[in-house]
């Protein structure tokens, strides 16, 4: 009988090649948002298809199978083999995850899906552009069919929306998050309410007047620098999104955008994505291909970039060492501003149409939005054409507010279009690991908040590489969060945290301590 | 039995999966040359060698094998199905042997030479930057090692060197070559040497000033659309060595370089891999994936970017347009220049080291350097570690002059890198048909001259599309020569137009006429 760690050997090539054209085809994606002309759209669906077909006709063929038969307990799904240390159990548990979920979709489903959804991307952008939903529905409707289809082949205990999630977030139900989001969204409201009664509310247009786009770019890379992206090992790069993606640890690249009258977007930008860089870069490279090395969930994922876009990137701690800097980029805008000003205008709180540019007060709100139309629709409550009209109600439900075109309504987002329902709660999901792994760092690391304040990014950046993006899949996320914080996962640290910040910036900070 | 027409079409499919695999390594190869951050280089060589051996293995496998025994005999390589139009039996034809020569090539040594010749190509980017032979020579020894591997697993009849011009120029060899650059040596060598005895030589001072970097690609991107270069299915970007690359008749891309101080240089390079670009953007596109929607051959593919950059490009015909707008763009170094003297300037003829940059006189003297030393080192008269020397010799041989770095001399082009041995004769064929190709277009266009002096590009463009690039591979490049011009390849059309348009520029036209 063979050795078992012949088996596992086997088994890494194979996975190693799997990944190979994976990321080949994540190129081809980065290439389609960064470069391709309009014409080549139909030419790159087909590739994109040929390329995941390939990869999951390989990952769930009979010799994978065989490997992990020898090395797995199916009825488990755990590592049965003995003399394997505890990354090769967690790698062996992973990958069967992986390989059971893969195997239940047909071949011919995934070449469809992906060749539906790179179509229906190209779609999105000119509808968005035009503002024309009906230009979009037969795409969105195709997209909805074909995931209801997945849902079938997935199957799923409690409710079909948890086939869809269980794909960016192993584990998370919707019957987990329902009274997550009702606690958090009291919380918001409750905090929304306070900000409404400021008599005197900071004031942000300092952020909005003309700063130089090339100085803002310099300022962003400037940031990704200390903050310890490795530019060596990725990129900074323009596009109409900004996104972060990844072909190794050793090329991973990031995008912002720049407009002349907003210094928030290519801030913000730049350290939101710099954050699932660092990830991106931190993962253990001799892990390469296997699930050990590779990102845990999209929730964990969005907590590195919203813990540096937001627990550390609008803190007075960060402003300390940065303003200073800022002030050099633009004498004529902010020479005369003070930092507690600035800090305050960074942070005001106001309903607003556009997920990507809302405050940490109101975000959550529209992640809430879209995870109750997603389940209505995976709930067949509601079909594709109505989304316009229930977008409008669930926006003045939430935000007391209601777009008047679809592009700033319901066709803001890319992910319906790239087929990624079940996605968006893992937004809200990384903010609220983001505040638990924030706390926790400051416990680990005593000198984190003065080393902030000096502009020294590094040992916050050494934490999460160690305690996070080390860990590849190795924990789950619950494991994970047990492991480093000792405690589940609550509503509570996130909402202390939004208290603490907006209620000293809106003056009602007493009131939360009474 | 089934139906000839259901193998033939079990192929086509099989073979556009292929073609997919083959274009999103294109891809990334674009991008190791335009994007990729330096410190990913060891994954994009494994990423690429894992594309090209999965395409090359499917490419063998044996349903291919079983659909080709059913529609071609092994024994002439020609289709034997009966029922077959034209179209399906150069189909055939052509994948016969493109098969036949795959399948001489094991998987394994195409992953090392994929992932020898990524690296080496970065090393050498690398080694010329430091004008340092010694480091690049160890991945340059390995790639020849590998180049004499090849040779014994493809054979050849009558020369070792043939097995590589065969995959570049299908039926070139050896002694078909050295007759033909014999006779072209001793035609350039006199016309260099009227060159040389010419008491006033043009002065090509003018080019070499400063021009605004922006308004020079202006400049070439007009000349690209008046060429009928489509944007919605290409795009030109920067990069240090211009290329062509195409995913799809509708992803065809071009890059250029510019210098302020060089106005040749970018304008010559938009129009060279303009042609290059029309060439990939004019295949059938329903042929795409099989041989009747790929390029014919290196040569003819150099035929058509030469022919746009040399007969067209560096013609008074052109420029009776082009020069009145050219000063429009740059009024203060071109306003008081006569046409007559822009266009003596660009077709001044001088020895110098540069491939790129040589004119049209000399540059196929450089072409028989490259030729004698792949010829020596492939015959094992020379070893890897001695080109350096060998390359200074026969410069000083063919051209009269001696690089001082190798930098400027071994080491100036990427293709011995790339692992492209046998490549380099291409460029003089490609000089050779076109000069026959411009003069039967001119035979079959009779208004083509006073076109182009009117700026009307589209009916050469036409010309063209339909002799040449909407044929793909269904005829050989003699047959297609043949079948266009009526007359076998010579090196005479190509002189004779050298002579007139030389002797023009530099006075001694009557001498030829004698």
């Not at 893969?102 to 179509?119: G, H, T, V």
Request: with cysteine; charged share 20%.
């Amino acid at each position: 009988m063979a050795d078992p760690t012949q088996h596992l050997t086997a088994l890494r090539s194979k996975l190693l090649e799997i990944q190979h054209l994976k990321n080949a085809a994540a190129l081809l994606s980065w290439d389609q948002e960064t470069h391709m002309p309009a014409g080549g759209g139909q030419a790159r669906a087909e590739q994109l298809a040929t390329l995941q077909t390939l990869a999951h006709a390989k990952f769930v063929a009979p010799e994978i199978e065989d490997l992990l038969l020898h090395l797995v307990d199916p009825a488990t799904g755990l590592a049965n083999a003995d003399g394997l240390d505890d990354d090769s159990k967690a790698l062996l548990r992973e990958t069967w995850r992986d390989f059971s979920r893969a195997r239940k979709l047909p071949s011919d489903f995934i070449n469809r899906l992906e060749r539906e959804c790179s179509l229906a991307q190209q779609v999105w952008v000119e509808a968005r552009r035009r503002d024309d939903f009906l230009h979009y529905l037969p795409n969105l409707q195709t997209i909805v069919t074909l995931k209801f289809e997945e849902i079938d082949y997935l199957g799923y205990d409690e409710h079909p929306y948890d086939a869809l999630l269980d794909t960016y977030e192993p584990g998370a139900t919707v019957s987990q998050l329902q009274p997550l989001f009702a606690t958090l969204r009291r919380g918001l409201l409750e905090l929304l309410a306070h900000v409404r009664e400021c008599a005197s509310p900071p004031d942000d247009q300092v952020l909005f007047q003309p700063y130089d786009t090339q100085q803002q770019l310099a300022f962003g890379e400037l940031v990704l620098r200390k903050m310890g992206y490795d530019f060596n090992r990725g990129r900074l790069d323009l596009s109409a999104h900004p996104f972060t993606t990844s072909f190794h640890p050793t090329d991973v690249r990031v995008t912002t955008r720049v407009f002349e009258q907003d210094l928030p977007s290519c801030l913000f930008s730049c350290i939101h994505e710099g954050g699932h860089g660092l990830y991106d870069q931190g993962l253990a490279q001799a892990q390469y291909g296997t699930p050990l090395g590779e990102a845990l969930s999209l929730g964990i994922h969005e907590s590195q970039s919203r813990l540096w876009e937001n627990n550390v990137g609008r803190s007075k701690a960060f402003w300390t060492h940065f303003f200073p800097l800022l002030q050099q980029y633009f004498p004529a805008q902010l020479g005369s501003v003070s930092m507690d000003r600035f800090h305050a205008a960074l942070n005001t709180v106001k309903p607003s149409l556009i997920r990507v540019e809302a405050d940490e007060v109101t975000y959550n709100l529209h992640i809430m939005v879209r995870f109750e139309i997603e389940l209505a629709l995976i709930a067949q409550q509601v079909a594709a054409k109505d989304l316009p009209g229930l977008w409008r109600e669930k926006m003045q439900e939430y935000l007391g507010i209601t777009p008047e075109r679809d592009a700033d309504g319901v066709m803001q987002d890319v992910h319906w279009s790239m087929g990624a329902l079940g996605y968006f709660p893992t937004y809200t999901l990384g903010n609220l690991y983001a505040a638990m792994f924030f706390e926790q760092a400051h416990r680990d690391v005593p000198t984190l908040e003065t080393d902030i304040q000096r502009g020294h990014l590094l040992p916050l950046k050494d934490w999460l590489n160690r305690n996070i993006h080390q860990c590849g899949r190795q924990y789950s996320s619950s494991d994970l969060l047990r492991r480093i914080t000792g405690r589940p996962l609550s509503v509570e640290p996130f909402l202390s945290y939004l208290r603490a910040k907006i209620g000293d910036v809106y003056g009602f900070q007493l009131a939360w301590h009474a």
